[in-house]
């Protein structure tokens, strides 16, 4: 597809257990993010990748957060030992390349319901 | 740090009415500015942007200025339609890539 992709549009989990999101970028985009908004809330940054580097990864809440794109594609955002403080939907965005000045391609979300 | 403020929602308005939405922003350096609407069901979407002071962003009948001495961005439409109903979220970003968003502006629009 044309867009970013994220996959699964929705997680259910238990308190405890770590799970694991997946962002396809648009192919070729340099730059990917990963934003988490809470419910009534504005997406808030979490971490930023220029192809496998990550450059910026101030938005983590904690060290259960870590995120990965080891090919520059394909990225994973995993949490572990899950609270219920994570419950969020969890965006991924990329642009094409890096500059404060272009648009960021956001997908749908995934949005993570811990129990 | 770096900061977005919108107006609280719901805003609530009858087709054809015009429609204000403020942001205010506060940053350390030169931001870029942005309009993202979020409609039911759907992803984040760029509805405008302005990247220097005092540049005019518009696009689907909503515009917005970069009003460097106000620290302003506020979005606006003459003419609002049923369709316009959702979310609309301002953001900065300054130097880095990353967006700061503001809480978001839900926009009801009643035939």
């Known amino acids: 597809g044309a867009g970013v992709s994220q996959s699964p549009r929705y997680k259910v989990a238990k308190r405890g257990q770590d799970v694991a999101l997946r962002c396809d970028p648009i192919?070729?985009?340099?730059?990917l993010f990963w934003y988490q908004q809470a419910l009534g809330q504005g997406p808030e940054f979490l971490t930023y990748?220029?192809?496998?580097?990550?450059?910026?990864k101030s938005g983590l809440p904690s060290d259960r957060f870590f995120a990965e794109r080891p090919e520059g594609s394909v990225s994973t955002l995993k949490i572990q030992r899950t609270q219920q403080e994570d419950s969020a939907v969890y965006l991924c965005a990329s642009s094409s390349v890096q500059g404060a000045r272009l648009p960021q391609h956001f997908g749908d979300g995934t949005r993570l319901s811990i129990l | 740090g770096d900061s977005v403020t919108q107006m609280e929602g719901p805003v609530t308005l009858s087709e054809e009415a015009f429609l204000t939405i403020n942001c205010t922003y506060t940053?350390?350096?030169?931001?870029?500015l942005f309009w993202y609407v979020q409609y039911p069901g759907e992803g984040l979407q760029l509805l405008l942007k302005?990247?220097?002071?005092?540049d005019k962003g518009s696009n689907k009948g909503f515009e917005a200025t970069y009003r460097k001495e106000t620290t302003s961005f506020h979005l606006e439409k003459g003419s609002v339609q049923v369709s316009d109903s959702a979310v609309y979220f301002c953001?900065?970003?300054?130097?880095?890539?990353?967006?700061?968003f503001g809480t978001g502006t839900r926009l009801q629009v009643f035939p």
């Open positions: 302005a990247t220097k002071a005092d």
């Open positions: 990748f220029q192809n496998e580097a990550q450059l910026d």
């Open positions: 940053a350390t350096g030169y931001p870029s």
């Open positions: 192919s070729g985009h340099v730059s």
């Open positions: 953001a900065l970003s300054v130097n880095t890539d990353k967006l700061i």
